[in-house]
């Protein structure tokens, strides 16, 4: 695993965990609940995931946060991404569904701040989980799904080395896996 006194340095004491042109990666913190409720809760971005947006309380969605943050696991982590030229946290990037024996983690990603859209940062974001993924984790493959309707995103992710290899059906919306295979370690 990563070294939580990353060679990145640290911000309110989480580990920078990757350092980019545009963005860093970091730990997550109870104080990115606010954001992430906030961008639970748009219409556009629930669109963009596939998903409802949540209607839940703050209270309710922040005590989920602090589950999730104190139940870490293997199996599935998620790091803030912050700007370099604000230092605002303007989304998440996570990896989940960690598979050892079948050497495979799926990746996803938000950029809750619109203002950073169609601007590189999703690219950037992604090569650079590639790379902390790829550093923790014993993996052959990464894969990931994205609305068969979001072009932009397909763009994006091919660009960062992913290929679509087919298409899924999940909750009547349809989506492209696209993976990336990595070389053996």
Known sequence: MSNPDSRFGSIDGLAIVADGQL????????DDASNDYDWKRDKELAAFDGAVPYTGTFQAFRGNIQRDLRETTIYRKTYAVLSKETAEHIGNVMYYGYDPLRQEAELGITIGNKEFWGKGYGREIVDLMVGVMASDLSLLKIYL???????????SFAASGFTRVGEVVRAGRSYYRMERLLTSK
Do not use: P, S
């Not at 963005?23 to 109870?30: A, F, P, T």
């Open 145 to 155: 799904h994205t609305l068969t309707w979001n072009e932009r995103a397909q763009r």
């Open 23 to 30: 963005v860093q990666l970091r730990g997550k913190h109870i």
